[in-house]
């Protein structure tokens, strides 16, 4: 069975901290995602990741397919950042039938 | 152009009614997945569907029936609703499935069962 970890489950930081969010799961994948959902349930995926790493503005994804291990970092992080990001990734067992599996999310706080 | 609307956005039924829960992707996307969120945890997949066939189905009971239809939109059906199908329902869509596949979400709908 896939599970997927993240941590930590709560992070409240100050305006301008550099925000690491962790995401660990347990079988071969054929790809990972970061999504961002904010509070009134409207997800937004951020990255889609199979290898390597990702940058689009402030927001940089890592993923080490050996370690089974993805990383979400922010930086410069401001109070619009404040959200719950999610990981979910895509088992390449099945042929990906068992669709995504979600990691319960980081609740993060940017206090101004 | 639109992005993926879903409908309705909250829903009130009682124990053991029925109801439908419906998606429109945007334009040009063919494949579909229906997701579960319940307060406090991430999503769980229900079911996918790709040029109108079921690609995937996640570990919900035969009362969770879906389809799409030959414009791509989708419907999720649940039968004998029970207290705890109370939760967010959301819909994605992506142009393909698998390594580049990108997905879209609906603001989805929010089902409560009394």
């Known amino acids: 069975k896939n599970e997927v970890e993240q941590s930590p489950q709560n992070l409240t930081a100050q305006e301008g901290e550099f925000i690491t969010i962790n995401c660990s799961y347990s079988?071969?994948?054929?790809?990972l995602h970061w999504l961002q959902q904010h509070p009134g349930g409207g997800i937004v995926s951020l990255f889609m990741?199979?290898?390597g790493k990702k940058k689009h503005g402030r927001l940089i994804a890592t993923i080490n397919i050996q370690e089974k291990h993805s990383s979400l970092h922010i930086t410069a992080s401001h109070p619009r950042d404040s959200a719950v990001y999610i990981c979910a990734v895509r088992s390449m067992e099945g042929g990906g039938a068992d669709g995504l599996t979600f990691g319960k999310g980081t609740h993060l706080i940017i206090q101004p | 152009d639109a992005g993926v609307t879903q409908s309705p956005t909250h829903l009130i039924k009682t124990r053991g009614q029925q109801v439908t829960l419906r998606c429109s992707p945007i334009s040009g996307h063919k494949s579909v997945s229906w997701y579960q969120q319940v307060l406090g945890q991430g999503p769980q997949f229900i079911f996918q569907y790709y040029e109108k066939e079921e690609r995937g189905r996640g570990n919900f009971p035969d009362r969770f029936s879906a389809r799409q239809f030959p414009n791509y939109s989708s419907e999720l059906n649940v039968n004998a609703l029970l207290l705890g199908d109370s939760a967010l329902y959301l819909c994605a869509s992506s142009l393909n499935v698998g390594v580049n596949e990108k997905l879209f979400f609906g603001s989805g709908t929010q089902l409560s069962v009394l």
């Open positions: 079988v071969g994948i054929s790809a």
């Open positions: 990741l199979s290898s």
